[in-house]
């Protein structure tokens, strides 16, 4: 066995460790309700409607942030309008395509029980998975779905090739049954572990398809938060990526919230988070109707004075250049400048990220830099997910609040 295939049997052993009976811990919303789970959360995939429910498996593939034990996971049905049966779930360790590492695929239980019913508009946390799961490792949440119609929820835009399968089993090891692939996160919405230093936090990336990913490399794990992941694994803090490509400060946009509705659902519900990164803001000034300056900000002010209340820390993140996109034009730039002004100046956060100043071009500062664009303008590419990644002080994540 060479090094690898050491290290990922050492994974698996840690994750299935066991320790005693699980404890029950159900926790379901009705629609608009905050439950918390337990530990802290070290991944996280923002709600959205997909297609239709159907008759099926899934084997979902993510990568967590922080390591620790008693993982649980959060279903979601927030989409839906009628209940949603899942009667199989387990988490295991990925080892190459929808198979997994020997021996590693665990049941997950729902207040003991192995079937579970997710209200519609609800969500629902399993009870904790005894062992040690890896800082970084490659999950796999496989969930059955046997009788589910209308709405689902999910997250579009995964970056990560997951695995579909009519009869294949979420318990097995193997990829057989698993025949189609998804670039979608199903039913999946947070994963939560317990980590090994009680003062161990999170911090939720609030954001729209540049917290998504788009413009990063697919199937590498490139956004910009998976990079503040990398960067904050030794501290044990766990990094949740709640952003949503289109996603508005102010007002709904493809079918979803703002990040002001959705703030309650996306950062304040989850496990153990201390800080926020708040970067919206370039969908709302770009819009065929325009958001001022003032409006984008009171907007900012809001999120801040709910999430102080909260007890969490805010980092606010400047505006970066986007001039070459079809909808920019002065007009936009304008704003943006003021917009970013404001942060720097009193923006109420508790320390200001300056992505504007790290991705602009120096030569044409209403663009941003030619190495570091994905193409398009607008989204920045592998490196400049590294640069965004770069402009957080990590002192800033914890302000003693």
């Known amino acids: 066995m060479n090094g690898r295939g050491r290290a990922c049997r050492a994974a698996a052993v840690l994750l299935l460790t066991l320790a005693g009976q699980t404890t029950p811990a159900l926790a ?71 198979a997994l590492e020997p021996d590693s695929n665990r049941a997950l239980t729902f207040d003991g029980e192995d079937t579970v019913t997710v209200p519609a508009g609800g969500t629902v946390w399993s009870d904790p998975l005894p062992g040690r799961v890896p800082a970084g490792a490659r999950l796999a949440v496989s969930l059955r779905t046997p009788d589910a119609h209308g709405p ?23 990829d057989t049954g698993w025949t189609r692939t998804t670039g979608s996160w199903w039913y999946l919405d947070a994963v939560s572990v317990r980590p090994a230093h009680p003062r161990t936090g999170a911090v939720v990336a609030l954001g729209d398809s540049i917290t998504d990913g788009w413009g990063s490399t697919p199937g590498r794990d490139r956004r910009w938060p998976d990079d503040l992941a990398r960067r904050l694994r030794a501290d044990g ?25 959705r703030l309650e659902r996306d950062v304040l519900s989850q496990p153990g988070v201390r800080a926020v990164i708040l970067y919206e803001g370039v969908n709302d000034l770009k819009a065929k109707e325009g958001a001022s300056a003032a409006e984008i900000v009171a907007g900012y002010r809001e999120i801040t004075k709910r999430a102080h209340a909260a007890g969490l820390c805010v980092i606010g993140a400047t505006v970066a250049p986007f001039k070459g996109w079809l909808q920019w034009d002065p007009d936009a730039e304008a704003v943006r400048r003021e917009v970013n002004h404001r942060m720097r100046a009193d923006g109420g956060f508790d320390a200001v990220a300056d992505v504007d100043r790290a991705l602009r071009d120096p030569r044409d500062p209403e663009r941003l830099r030619p190495d570091l664009d994905a193409g398009d303008h607008l989204h920045p590419d592998d490196d400049g997910m590294r640069a965004i990644a770069g402009s957080v002080d990590p002192e800033s994540l914890d302000c003693r609040r």
């Open 152 to 174: 689902a929820t999910g997250h579009e835009m995964a970056l990560t090739t997951s695995y579909l399968g009519e009869d294949a089993d979420p318990g097995g090891d193997g």
């Open 237 to 261: 803090t766990g990094v949740a990526n709640a952003g949503i490509s289109g996603n508005r400060v102010l007002t709904g946009n493809n079918g979803g919230p703002s990040a002001v509705r």
């Open 28 to 98: 379901t919303t009705p629609s608009g309700a905050t439950v918390r789970g337990s530990g802290v959360v070290t991944w996280a995939a923002s709600a959205q409607r997909l297609g239709q429910g159907a008759d099926r498996s899934y084997r979902l593939i993510l990568r967590v942030s922080a390591g620790g034990s008693d993982l649980r996971v959060r279903l979601s049905n927030a989409y839906g309008n009628r209940p949603l049966t899942v009667d199989s779930a387990h988490a295991g360790l990925q080892a190459d395509g929808a």
